[in-house]
């Protein structure tokens, strides 16, 4: 038998395959993936020399780089004496900038700019995985040109860190599930602990979203699913407590106290302060797990724009969404829309369209319904963590519905109209943004009549105008003050200083401390952090922040405060008139006792002694030659 030849076997006698040409999203992905990631960088690093120091957490960033244990325990005070109201992780890339670049306030806003950037490329990871190229471009650009995610990268809040550490988490998981790694899955539990040391419980809100993706995902047997999940969530339970457990195992004379508690308990800071308080508006109350009073938690922060309330109705109210909220419908189309397509395909466990929908659609849907029940007390900076679910299922469902001729363009034209009614609410600001908005959506209307491939594009820039304005306004400080809370707007209030400076009459009153400090640990005590933050933002001085930072902590407590002015510890109390005032009345404040008693035991010192034209303050001697 004759074996045929080489050239009959290479031999093709029909014409060459016609190559598929490349979607211009795939040919030219990371050049517009470097543009948006530029985009975000300068909306989250303009202006930065122009940051403000957020008095609270610029003390504490301070007062954290002046020993390894005021850094790790999240000391407010030079003195290690009290920590702040909320575990420290989230300051710890703070308190490291200011230690590399020095204690200035561009310093403290430098690692939230870089954090947002990093959610921008994460999130076009993720989305690209579930739905291609294309959805994870547009949900880079969503993201960027979400109003929170600008204020996010220009505030010193805890939210930045703690967004780009669940998407480490949900991209670790995503691994993990498209090979049943449970290492890559234990992975993911300790991106979530970390998490949890920047907001806490809130972090364990996405667990449902991860656990639910592994087990619906992962290829293997269900038992060894569930082994692997209980085994991450071993491990997100160990690390998101270890430093409660270090804490509660450091003997209380050797760590500060723990703001927001009664009783100095990392339990009821982490439970009672900063979780069960937050949820007054359906009855809990914290009291029986140490924390201090509900009220002062649950109504701070309150009437800070139109739409800016506490109830159920909060998350598509204008003062939030105005926000996170712009792209909703998109986003509920991508979540019904890829609900619909499974339905009519029914695809295999492990198929991906399924893996991405469980989820965004189940992280969307947890957040969402948690920050309904729950208090934000008027800060839209919680809504970061919203802001990245959106954006995913928006762009899928932009990708899902691009070639339908009645669908998309109907949730495009829903959506303009959405983001105009929200823009109408602030009549005086972007006045133009929803007439051009609407214009350009007229525009995409013509041209999908015509079925012109520019429809798509007319349509996504009418609805991305307005959001796209309200970031843009960041640029310009009266819209957003760089190292604030990160609202993004007209409803942006500018606060705090640029420089850490005292006036004449603070620098008189700390030269007079520290002359006569006599080798006392504390130059003063005074009655609430704000009294001490502008010394220790100046001078990294050493006050007594008595009161915590609502003023109802029973810090110190009267015994510890008589044996500090016994023991040399503390010489000087700074007393406002008008709190003395007020004590004498009937002051049940913890911190009145304490004013009372040092009235009625310590000499008062003579205003020309250091500011004679100070009639606001009152200074006590309480060395021991000035007690009565």
């Not at 076997?9 to 190559?19: E, K, L, S």
């Not at 205003?607 to 200074?619: C, E, T, V, W």
Request: charged share 15%; aromatic share 10%.
């Amino acid at each position: 038998m004759l074996k045929p030849s080489t050239e009959s076997v290479v031999r093709n006698d029909g014409p060459p395959p016609a190559a598929v040409p490349r979607p211009w999203t795939d040919r030219y992905e990371r050049q517009a993936l470097a543009g948006i990631c530029l985009l975000a960088a300068v909306l989250c690093l303009w202006g930065l020399q122009h940051s403000t120091y957020h008095a609270f957490y610029a003390s504490a960033v301070r007062s954290m780089t002046d020993s390894p244990a005021d850094f790790f325990y999240g000391a407010f005070d030079p003195a290690g004496s009290i920590t702040l109201d909320k575990l420290p992780g989230f300051l710890w890339p703070q308190a490291l900038s200011a230690l590399v670049f020095g204690f200035h306030p561009w310093a403290l806003v430098l690692p939230q700019a870089l954090e947002m950037v990093g959610c921008v490329l994460l999130l076009h990871v993720l989305v690209r995985r579930w739905a291609g190229v294309g959805a994870g471009l547009l949900a880079a650009a969503f993201l960027t040109l979400t109003p929170v995610t600008v204020g996010l990268g220009r505030s010193v809040t805890e939210d930045a860190p703690f967004v780009l550490l669940l998407l480490l988490a949900a991209e670790a998981t995503w691994r993990a599930a498209e090979r049943g790694r449970p290492r890559t899955l234990l992975l993911a539990g300790t991106w979530v602990g970390l998490a949890f040391q920047c907001k806490m419980l809130e972090a364990w809100a996405v667990l449902p979203a991860l656990a639910a993706t592994y087990l619906v995902a992962a290829p293997a047997a269900a038992r060894r699913r569930t082994a692997h999940v209980a085994l991450a969530g071993a491990v997100t339970v160990a690390v998101s407590v270890s430093w409660m457990l270090v804490a509660a195992l450091t003997p209380a004379g050797s760590r500060p106290y723990l703001d927001g508690t009664t009783n100095d308990s990392p339990f009821a800071l982490v439970v009672g302060y900063n979780f069960l308080t937050r949820f007054h508006a359906v009855g809990v109350d914290a009291a029986g797990t140490g924390s201090i009073a509900v009220s002062r938690v649950a109504h701070a922060g309150r009437g800070a724009g139109p739409g800016m309330g506490d109830s159920v109705w909060k998350m598509v109210a204008p003062g939030l969404a105005t926000q996170t909220g712009w792209l909703y419908p998109l986003a509920v189309l991508g979540l019904a829309g890829g609900l619909v397509a499974l339905w009519r395909r029914r695809p295999a466990r492990t198929d991906r369209q399924l893996t991405g929908l469980v989820l965004w659609g189940s992280w969307f849907l947890t957040f969402f319904t948690v920050f309904s029940f729950g208090s934000v007390t008027g800060h839209t900076y919680y809504m970061g963590v919203v802001a990245v679910a959106v954006a995913a299922l928006a762009a899928a469902g932009v990708v899902q519905a691009r070639r339908s001729r009645v669908l998309l363009p109907a949730v495009l034209a829903v959506n303009v109209v959405w983001c105009a009614s929200l823009a109408l609410r602030y009549r005086h600001f972007e006045t133009w943004a929803a007439p051009c908005a609407a214009a350009l959506a007229l525009v995409a209307v013509a041209l999908a009549a015509l079925r012109r491939p520019a429809a798509l594009a007319a349509g996504l820039a009418a609805v991305l105008l307005v959001p796209a304005a309200w970031s843009a306004s960041a640029l310009s400080l009266r819209y957003n003050q760089p190292g604030s809370l990160g609202r993004v707007g007209p409803t942006s209030v500018r606060g705090g200083s640029a420089l850490a400076t005292l006036a004449p009459g603070q620098r008189r009153l700390l030269a007079y401390l520290t002359a006569h400090r006599d080798g006392a640990r504390y130059l003063a005590a005074v009655a609430g952090w704000e009294s001490a933050a502008p010394y220790v933002l100046a001078a990294d001085a050493p006050l007594l922040p008595m009161g915590g930072y609502t003023g109802q902590v029973p810090f110190p407590k009267p015994a510890a405060f008589r044996t500090l002015v016994d023991t040399g510890r503390l010489r000087y109390v700074l007393v406002p008139r008008a709190d003395l005032r007020h004590g004498a009345r009937d002051d049940r404040r913890p911190v009145g006792t304490l004013l009372r008693w040092t009235a009625a035991h310590c000499t008062l010192v003579p205003r020309s002694a250091y500011d004679r034209h100070d009639r606001g303050k009152l200074l006590y001697d309480c060395g021991p030659a000035h007690q009565r």
